[in-house]
């Protein structure tokens, strides 16, 4: 098989976030490691130089690489959304209205929408069709620039529908050229049929679900919802130790709602990452910075829902937490997928600086997906995942808020978007 080349070149910054195996932290969440005028090669699927075009062009030459030229724009890593639930039917349109009349995440959940009328809809839905609507979806994630995406279930709620989810990604990860991380959410919400029976819901999920999930690979990780109205910090960790036991790595829906000590919890497990943490305090944030679990902010979910309990961006990474970011994409809470969208927020919201949120949205991001050594920042052997901006300056993307400043997506050396002149 022809191992293609390219050459970007002309790049007025090169992000490339090199530096070493861990995650950022504290001050060095802001380092981006730009190379002003920069170039960078490929060949296959991996990156093989990077540097000034100039001190390039000679090694180009001489492998025939193509010329891609950056015209002066922003070439970086490209996003990594760590926390999405993009397997769905349907949309929650209903919902966003009850919301803009004011009623509450618990009200409109009570009434029949959330996540039980998702689940209602995708039990109905053909594997086919949620293949289908899920890929064009990713798409739009390729065209805003993210290369890899985490793809949660949660949206069946019974032992079929939450394989037929996870069977749906398995057949996404065969047609798109993005990445995609499977996560076991079995424990999202309490199926109505199980009103009055969590415990036998929590067994089946333990005894049935999980090992099955697991025998057939469909999943690399287990996540569990532990907040008001869904499950208790004690129910998770049962279910998430149940996936361990199966070798499914452990993350956290945690503090979203409520504080439960879901966070305490996800350090204990040794958890992939602890996901929202709007309601975390000082001890958690302690925790978190004295540990390796990547603290997952998705400040879409608080914008779309209006509301102003945030997520303490600030202080977790002053502490020295890993911090990362994420859409959040979902029918009912946040119905984005563009991540620069989520750099807007993040920088006016959550005081995080444009650097940080960069790197929080590429490299973090990788780390909570277990998948930094391949992903999230430009150095040689590495993925060649790359996004280019229409921009001269990276502040810029999160300044031009709303905007879809991606003109070109790379993944593993393919030119997989490109927007038409």
């Known amino acids: 098989m022809r191992r293609e080349s390219f050459f970007y ?14 995650p950022r932290r504290g001050p060095r ?53 760590c926390h999405t639930h993009l397997v769905f039917a349907g949309n929650r349109i209903a919902d966003f209205e009850r919301r803009i009349r004011g009623g509450t995440y618990l009200e409109i959940a009570r ?14 839905a053909r594997e086919a069709e949620l293949v289908q609507q899920a890929q064009e979806f990713l798409e739009q994630f390729a065209a805003h620039g993210t ?50 029976r969590r415990g036998a819901y929590l067994a089946r999920v333990v005894r049935e679900l999980i090992p099955r999930a697991a025998q057939k690979k469909l999943a690399e990780f287990a996540d569990c919802f532990a907040d008001r109205g869904a499950f208790t910090a004690a129910e998770c960790g049962a279910v998430l130790q149940a996936a361990r036991r199966h070798g499914l790595v452990p993350r956290i829906h945690a503090e979203q709602l409520s504080r439960t000590g ?37 400040p879409g979910s608080n914008f779309f829902l209006g509301v102003t309990k ?46 940080e949120a960069i790197s929080a949205a590429t490299l973090n991001a990788g780390h909570a997906l ?20 229409d921009v001269s300056d990276y502040r810029e993307i999160p300044y031009f808020f709303g905007w879809n400043h991606c003109v070109m997506t790379v993944k593993k050396g393919q030119i997989i978007y490109q927007l038409k002149n």
């Open 9 to 22: 070149r002309n790049a007025a910054e090169l992000l490339t976030l090199a530096g070493g195996p861990c």
């Open 111 to 124: 009434a029949g929408g959330g996540i039980e009328y998702t689940a209602a809809r995708t039990r109905r």
């Open 262 to 298: 879901a966070i305490q919890l996800a350090v204990q497990l040794g958890a992939a990452s602890a996901d929202h943490l709007d309601f975390a305090n000082a001890a958690d944030i302690r925790a978190l910075a004295q540990s390796e679990v990547v603290a997952v902010l998705v």
């Open 29 to 81: 969440l802001s380092e981006l490691g730009i190379i002003r005028g920069g170039g960078l090669l490929t060949r296959g699927e991996n990156i093989s130089r990077i540097g000034r075009s100039a001190a390039l062009e000679a090694e180009a030459r001489r492998t025939k690489a193509q010329e891609v030229d950056c015209r002066g724009r922003v070439l970086m890593p490209g996003f990594v959304d």
């Open 370 to 389: 277990r998948r930094a050594g391949q992903i999230g920042s430009l150095e040689p052997g590495k993925l060649a995942d790359l996004a280019l901006m």
């Open 310 to 355: 945030l997520p303490p961006a600030r202080r977790l990474i002053d502490a020295g937490a890993a911090v990362a970011l994420a859409t959040d994409f979902n029918p009912g809470t946040c119905p984005t997928l563009n991540m620069q969208f989520i750099l807007s927020l993040a920088t006016t919201q959550l005081r995080m600086t444009p650097a």
């Open 147 to 196: 290369t890899t995406v985490e793809v949660k279930s949660g949206y069946g709620l019974d032992v079929p529908t939450e394989l037929k989810i996870l069977k749906a990604v398995r057949r996404l990860s065969r047609r798109t050229p993005l990445d995609l991380a499977p996560t076991l959410l079995a424990a999202h919400a309490l199926p109505p049929e199980y009103a009055r």
